[in-house]
Protein backbone atom coordinates (compact mmCIF):
# COMPACT_ATOMS: atom_id res chain seq x y z
CA UNK A 1 0.00 0.00 0.00
CA UNK A 2 1.22 3.68 -0.34
CA UNK A 3 0.03 6.89 0.82
CA UNK A 4 -0.19 9.55 -0.97
CA UNK A 5 -1.24 13.18 -0.24
CA UNK A 6 -1.03 17.07 -1.77
CA UNK A 7 -2.38 20.50 -1.44
CA UNK A 8 -4.22 22.28 -3.42
CA UNK A 9 -5.76 25.53 -2.85
CA UNK A 10 -7.28 25.38 0.29
CA UNK A 11 -7.63 21.22 0.33
CA UNK A 12 -5.79 18.39 0.98
CA UNK A 13 -6.41 15.24 -1.45
CA UNK A 14 -5.13 12.10 0.08
CA UNK A 15 -5.52 8.87 -1.63
CA UNK A 16 -4.36 5.00 -0.91
CA UNK A 17 -3.29 2.76 -3.74
CA UNK A 18 -2.95 -1.05 -3.31
CA UNK A 19 -0.47 -1.70 -5.88
CA UNK A 20 -0.57 -5.05 -6.41
CA UNK A 21 -4.39 -4.42 -7.17
CA UNK A 22 -3.61 -2.22 -9.73
CA UNK A 23 -0.67 -4.33 -11.30
CA UNK A 24 -3.28 -7.53 -11.18
CA UNK A 25 -5.82 -5.13 -12.98
CA UNK A 26 -3.05 -3.91 -15.65
CA UNK A 27 -2.64 -7.45 -16.67
CA UNK A 28 -6.11 -8.31 -17.02
CA UNK A 29 -6.51 -5.02 -19.02
CA UNK A 30 -3.35 -5.63 -21.32
CA UNK A 31 -2.72 -9.16 -21.54
CA UNK A 32 -4.78 -12.50 -22.82
CA UNK A 33 -4.27 -15.77 -21.07
CA UNK A 34 -3.07 -17.79 -23.57
CA UNK A 35 -2.22 -21.35 -20.84
CA UNK A 36 -2.41 -21.22 -16.67
CA UNK A 37 -2.00 -24.92 -14.96
CA UNK A 38 -0.89 -26.19 -12.21
CA UNK A 39 0.99 -28.61 -12.48
CA UNK A 40 3.80 -31.38 -10.61
CA UNK A 41 7.44 -32.19 -11.89
CA UNK A 42 7.49 -35.29 -10.31
CA UNK A 43 11.15 -36.51 -11.59
CA UNK A 44 9.47 -39.33 -13.80
CA UNK A 45 9.63 -36.63 -16.97
CA UNK A 46 12.34 -37.34 -19.69
CA UNK A 47 15.53 -35.33 -19.05
CA UNK A 48 15.78 -31.84 -20.67
CA UNK A 49 18.82 -31.65 -22.94
CA UNK A 50 19.28 -28.14 -21.74
CA UNK A 51 19.46 -28.56 -18.49
CA UNK A 52 20.02 -32.39 -17.43
CA UNK A 53 17.26 -32.39 -15.11
CA UNK A 54 13.87 -33.67 -15.26
CA UNK A 55 11.42 -31.62 -17.97
CA UNK A 56 7.31 -31.32 -18.36
CA UNK A 57 6.53 -30.34 -22.21
CA UNK A 58 3.44 -27.83 -22.89
CA UNK A 59 2.97 -27.17 -26.37
CA UNK A 60 1.46 -23.78 -27.17
CA UNK A 61 0.89 -21.98 -30.72
CA UNK A 62 2.00 -18.66 -30.86
CA UNK A 63 1.71 -15.66 -33.00
CA UNK A 64 3.95 -13.93 -34.85
CA UNK A 65 4.25 -10.19 -34.33
CA UNK A 66 2.21 -10.03 -30.71
CA UNK A 67 4.60 -10.18 -27.36
CA UNK A 68 4.09 -12.88 -24.74
CA UNK A 69 4.87 -13.53 -21.55
CA UNK A 70 5.10 -17.32 -20.12
CA UNK A 71 6.16 -17.80 -16.68
CA UNK A 72 6.82 -20.51 -14.01
CA UNK A 73 7.01 -20.32 -10.37
CA UNK A 74 7.43 -23.00 -7.85
CA UNK A 75 7.79 -22.97 -4.03
CA UNK A 76 9.24 -25.83 -4.09
CA UNK A 77 12.34 -25.76 -6.43
CA UNK A 78 14.26 -23.65 -8.61
CA UNK A 79 12.37 -23.32 -11.63
CA UNK A 80 13.90 -22.94 -15.36
CA UNK A 81 12.36 -22.60 -18.81
CA UNK A 82 12.71 -23.52 -22.22
CA UNK A 83 11.45 -22.35 -24.93
CA UNK A 84 11.60 -24.50 -28.39
CA UNK A 85 10.02 -23.81 -32.16
CA UNK A 86 8.56 -26.85 -34.11
CA UNK A 87 12.12 -27.29 -35.31
CA UNK A 88 13.42 -28.16 -31.78
CA UNK A 89 16.01 -25.21 -32.21
CA UNK A 90 15.77 -23.31 -28.97
CA UNK A 91 14.60 -19.93 -28.77
CA UNK A 92 14.47 -18.66 -25.39
CA UNK A 93 15.79 -19.62 -21.94
CA UNK A 94 15.78 -18.49 -18.44
CA UNK A 95 16.10 -19.30 -14.90
CA UNK A 96 15.69 -16.12 -12.67
CA UNK A 97 13.71 -13.22 -14.78
CA UNK A 98 10.74 -13.59 -12.94
CA UNK A 99 12.43 -12.49 -9.95
CA UNK A 100 13.62 -15.19 -6.92
CA UNK A 101 13.60 -18.27 -8.23
CA UNK A 102 11.06 -17.66 -10.88
CA UNK A 103 11.72 -18.59 -14.64
CA UNK A 104 9.85 -16.22 -17.20
CA UNK A 105 10.84 -15.61 -20.86
CA UNK A 106 9.49 -12.33 -22.45
CA UNK A 107 9.35 -12.75 -26.42
CA UNK A 108 7.77 -11.60 -29.83
CA UNK A 109 8.03 -14.50 -32.24
CA UNK A 110 8.66 -13.88 -35.66
CA UNK A 111 7.05 -16.53 -37.12
CA UNK A 112 3.51 -18.24 -35.99
CA UNK A 113 3.35 -21.41 -34.96
CA UNK A 114 3.60 -24.57 -32.70
CA UNK A 115 5.94 -24.24 -29.80
CA UNK A 116 7.18 -26.14 -27.08
CA UNK A 117 7.81 -24.78 -23.49
CA UNK A 118 9.86 -26.78 -21.00
CA UNK A 119 9.61 -26.68 -17.71
CA UNK A 120 12.23 -27.79 -15.74
CA UNK A 121 14.55 -27.42 -12.74
CA UNK A 122 17.66 -25.87 -12.12
CA UNK A 123 18.52 -27.12 -9.44
CA UNK A 124 17.27 -30.84 -9.38
CA UNK A 125 14.32 -30.68 -7.20
CA UNK A 126 10.89 -31.43 -8.10
CA UNK A 127 7.28 -30.53 -6.83
CA UNK A 128 4.51 -28.52 -7.47
CA UNK A 129 4.50 -25.59 -10.31
CA UNK A 130 2.26 -22.61 -11.96
CA UNK A 131 2.74 -22.02 -15.43
CA UNK A 132 1.30 -19.59 -17.12
CA UNK A 133 1.61 -17.82 -20.48
CA UNK A 134 0.33 -14.53 -21.59
CA UNK A 135 -0.35 -12.89 -24.53
CA UNK A 136 -0.22 -9.12 -25.04
CA UNK A 137 -3.17 -6.83 -26.58
CA UNK A 138 -2.56 -5.53 -29.75
Do not use: W
Not at 21 to 29: D, G, I, P, T
Not at 57 to 80: C, N, P, Q, W
Amino acid sequence: RRSLSARIGGYVISAQLDLTLLCVNLRKEYFDPILDMQAVLSGAEPVDRGTKHPGAIHEVRLEAGFEYTIDMKSAEFDTFLRLENDANDEVAKDNNGGGDRHARIVLRPTVSGAYRIIATTNDGKTGAYRLRVLRAKS
